[in-house]
Structure formats: structure tokens, C-alpha cells
């Protein structure tokens, strides 16, 4: 079946350093990948997004490339900020009909000033 | 667009008892999911509904769970008997369900302590 795996946290940076989060995935097809952020006591938030081979999701300075050849959408910053202290979420829409969202265990992140 | 909301936002029970979460989603998006995540986990699908249709279940939705969409609007999950091992968070999504966007919008969730 469809799986995500990321690498295990948590992950310490100082302020301004460049972050790297890594995530493959296994899936049949094509899927839709996915950066969801969590920060501390709220919901899951979009990040940013990929649909198809060689697309580069980003925002607010985050961003991640869709390989087909590596399987692998990993998350990169360069210069990281302490409000970016959360946990991140790598996840792929299954293909089939009803497009659920497979997730990754999570990676925290905490930047330090 | 006010987001999709959850309540109770927080849920303490004793193990045996019901409850009942409610999810409303974003205005006009036709798709709403129900995920369970558990401490230091991702997200798990639970159920899926396309309007009022419940369409797809997980086997992690055991026979004390049921959900509805009545008129395709708000749902309730509802868990009867609670078990200590259903602690957990409770997050419901939304999406607009067009070929356009497949991107999953998410409550706060609803975070469920069984004692």
C-alpha cells in the first residue's frame, strides 16, 4: 500500500541556519504530495504542495520538489527562524476515488535563537 | 471563508461512556474526512464522506464508531463504549472535491482523554 517515511526528529537548529527535512514515499501512480505544519496546540496547516513530477511546491520560504526518480519530496529552508518551531508532516493523496491523506510519523523541529 | 471547526475542542470521559464530536466543515466543499492521531503519530484516515454519502471506512473504524453527514453539511463522529486506547486526537478535513484542488482543509481537532 501507500507509505510515507520520514526522517525522525526532532531536528535543532540555531536561528538562520538551512534546514533540510527528508520524506520518500511508496505509492502507485502519481500522487499529489503534501508539507502540513503544526504548530504548538493548533490544527494542521497546508504548507505547500506538489501534484506531478519536477514541481516545486513553495511558501513563506519553504519549499519542496516533487522527484519521480528518487520518490523523495523533502522539505528545505534556508535560513530558518525560531516561530518555524513545529512539527512537520509529509503526506501523499491516495490516487483512488477518495483522495485520503496518507501521513508521515512527523518530524519537531526547534530552532533555538 | 471561516476555516472548518470542531466541538468540543477538548473531551475528558470514563472509559465505557459515548460521546460525540462535531465537525463543520468550510462552506461548499462537498468532501469531509475524519483522521484519528495518536501521540507522536501522524494523522490516520478514518472515514470519508462525499456530501451526505459515506463512501469510505478504515478498518481502524471499529463497530462502536459511526459517523454521519446529514444533508451533506456538519458531521458527528460519534464513539460508543469508550476505551482507553481511543485517546486520542480527533481531526476532521474538508476539501472542494474539483479536479482543481484535492488539498484536505483542517479543523483544530478534537482531542478525546478516555480515563
Known amino acids: 500500500g501507500n507509505s510515507v517515511t520520514q526522517m525522525e526528529g526532532p531536528v535543532t537548529l540555531s536561528e538562520e541556519a538551512f534546514l533540510t527535512i527528508n520524506c520518500t514515499y511508496t505509492?502507485?501512480?502519481?500522487?499529489?504530495l503534501f508539507w502540513y505544519v503544526q504548530y504548538p496546540g493548533e490544527g494542521l496547516q497546508l504548507l505547500l504542495k506538489?501534484?506531478?513530477?519536477?514541481d516545486k511546491g513553495s511558501n513563506k520560504g519553504f519549499e519542496a520538489t516533487y522527484r519521480k526518480e528518487t520518490t523523495s519530496f523533502h522539505l528545505e529552508k534556508g535560513s530558518v527562524q525560531v516561530s518555524d518551531s513545529a512539527v512537520y508532516f509529509c503526506?501523499?493523496?491516495?490516487?483512488?476515488?477518495?483522495?485520503?491523506?496518507?501521513f508521515g510519523t512527523g518530524t519537531r523541529l526547534l530552532v533555538s535563537p | 471563508d471561516t476555516g472548518v471547526s470542531q466541538n468540543p475542542r477538548h473531551k475528558i470521559t470514563k472509559r465505557g461512556q459515548n460521546v460525540t464530536f462535531r465537525c463543520d466543515p468550510i462552506s461548499e466543499h462537498n468532501r469531509l474526512y475524519w483522521y484519528r492521531q495518536t501521540l507522536g503519530q501522524g494523522p490516520e484516515f478514518l472515514t470519508y464522506?462525499?456530501?451526505?454519502?459515506?463512501?469510505?471506512k478504515s478498518r481502524l473504524l471499529s463497530d462502536r464508531f459511526s459517523a454521519e453527514r446529514p444533508k451533506g453539511s456538519f458531521s458527528t463522529l460519534e464513539i460508543q463504549r469508550t476505551e482507553q486506547g481511543d485517546s486520542a486526537m480527533y481531526l476532521c478535513?474538508?476539501?472542494?472535491?474539483?479536479?482543481?484542488?484535492?488539498?484536505?482543509?483542517f479543523g483544530p481537532g478534537t482531542r478525546l482523554t478516555v480515563l
Open positions: 506538489a501534484t506531478k513530477a519536477d
Open positions: 464522506f462525499q456530501n451526505e454519502a459515506q463512501l469510505e
Open positions: 503526506a501523499l493523496s491516495d490516487l483512488g476515488r477518495f483522495q485520503k491523506l496518507v
Open positions: 478535513a474538508s476539501s472542494p472535491g474539483t479536479m482543481e484542488s484535492d488539498t484536505q482543509y
Open positions: 505509492a502507485t501512480g502519481y500522487p499529489s
